[in-house]
């Protein structure tokens, strides 16, 4: 069966203190891996997207990095603004269609 | 260019009653997918619609149905709302070029917040 898992749960970082987020999934056909950030009360806003093992994708504070069974989200000095819940979802394909699976996300509080 | 957008935001119901929410994808998105998120189950799947017929489908009852129109704009009708799907319903657009399954990012739009009393 398909599943996501992430982990933690919930992570609380002092501001500056690095870490990283784990996405781990057991899909077969997988297509791509994507990651999101969602704030309270709004929908999820596009992040990076992975196609391959070995891929990395940078954008400000974030790295992301895929393996052929996981993938982390890497976060160097984060600020108070990057306070958030990020979610990860990977698209399978099927005979003829694909969908998407997520994850239930981590939620980041970090602290100043 | 301008987001996906959602109306309307914000929605009271009570049991039994019916709703319609309302979908406009980003100028040039051919696929739109709907999703119901909720505390306890994150992000579930209900359906994709790609040029006005319905691609995919998640395990929802037939209480929940959809539609695309020609200007790729797309409606959720949930019937007999019951308690249980009072939630934040997606609606997230992907250009989708290939004719078939593509890998095209998915983008979303704010959500209507569904209460059902």
């Known amino acids: 069966e398909d599943q996501v898992t992430q982990s933690p749960e919930a992570l609380r970082l002092q501001e500056g203190e690095s870490s990283s987020l784990n996405c781990s999934y057991t899909?077969?056909?997988?297509?791509?891996l994507f990651w999101y950030r969602q704030d309270p009360g709004k929908g999820p806003e596009f992040l990076f997207t992975l196609y391959s093992a070995g891929e990395e994708k940078e954008k400000e504070r974030l790295k992301a990095t895929l393996t052929k069974k996981e993938s982390f989200l890497h976060i160097t000095a984060p600020k108070p603004e990057d306070s958030a819940t990020y979610l990860c979802?990977?698209?399978?394909?099927?005979?003829?269609?694909?969908?998407?699976?997520f994850g239930t996300g981590t939620r980041l509080k970090v602290l100043a | 260019k301008a987001g996906v957008t959602q109306t309307p935001r914000y929605l009271i119901k009570t049991r039994g009653q019916q709703v319609t929410l309302s979908c406009s994808p980003i100028?040039?998105?051919?696929?739109v997918s709907w999703y119901q998120q909720t505390p306890g189950q994150g992000l579930q799947f209900l359906f994709e619609?790609?040029?006005?017929?319905?691609?995919n489908k998640g395990n929802f009852p037939g209480r929940f149905s959809g539609r695309q129109f020609s200007n790729s704009r797309s409606e959720m009708n949930v019937s007999t709302l019951e308690l249980g799907d009072s939630a934040l319903y997606l609606c997230?657009?992907?250009?989708?070029?290939?004719?078939?399954?593509?890998?095209?990012?998915?983008?979303f739009g704010p959500g209507t917040r569904l209460t059902v009393l």
């Open positions: 979802a990977v698209q399978r394909r099927t005979s003829g269609t694909y969908k998407y699976i």
């Open positions: 997230a657009s992907s250009l989708d070029k290939d004719p078939g399954p593509s890998t095209d990012t998915q983008y």
């Open positions: 899909v077969s056909g997988l297509r791509g």
């Open positions: 100028s040039g998105h051919r696929s």
């Open positions: 619609y790609f040029s006005e017929t319905q691609r």
